[in-house]
Nanobody
Framework: QVQLVESGGGLVQAGGSLRLSCAAS?????MGWFRQAPGKEREFVAI????????QYSDSVKGRATISRDNAKNTVYLQMNNLKPEDTAVYYC???????????????WGQGTQVTVSS
């Protein structure tokens, strides 16, 4: 019902920036970004309400990441600055009916986009 496609990942040196995009179809309600490194649990990164009035970030990215959405384009973005090697992971966007930081509460997931931070 809801389709999500991430893009914008890549290889960046420490201190660099990336903007991830998530193109969506259908009514997405709240949307979030999660990430998962090999052998690790999927980790919450950021969430935004449908209106865009409410956002929340994990402590690990707070101050370095900004989540936003353009409902006219049905697209959500994650701007990441001052990237660190520990940011290396596959980043997934997700959509669900509730504003929550818990991954299991999201009903729809994209395929993911790889972010690799060197040095």
């Amino acid at each position: 019902q809801v389709q999500l496609v991430e893009s914008g990942g890549g290889l960046v040196q420490a201190g660099g920036s990336l903007r991830l995009s998530c193109a969506a179809s259908g009514h997405t309600y709240a949307m979030g970004w999660f990430r998962q490194a090999p052998g690790k649990e999927r980790e919450f990164v950021a969430i935004i309400s449908w209106s865009g009035d409410f956002t929340q970030y994990s402590d690990s990215v707070k101050g370095r990441a900004t989540i936003s959405r353009d409902n006219a384009k049905n697209t959500v973005y994650l701007q990441m600055n001052n990237l660190k090697p520990e940011d290396t992971a596959v980043y997934y966007c997700a959509a669900g009916p509730k504003y929550t930081t818990y991954s299991r509460s999201f009903d729809y997931w994209g395929q993911g986009t790889q972010v690799t931070v060197s040095s």
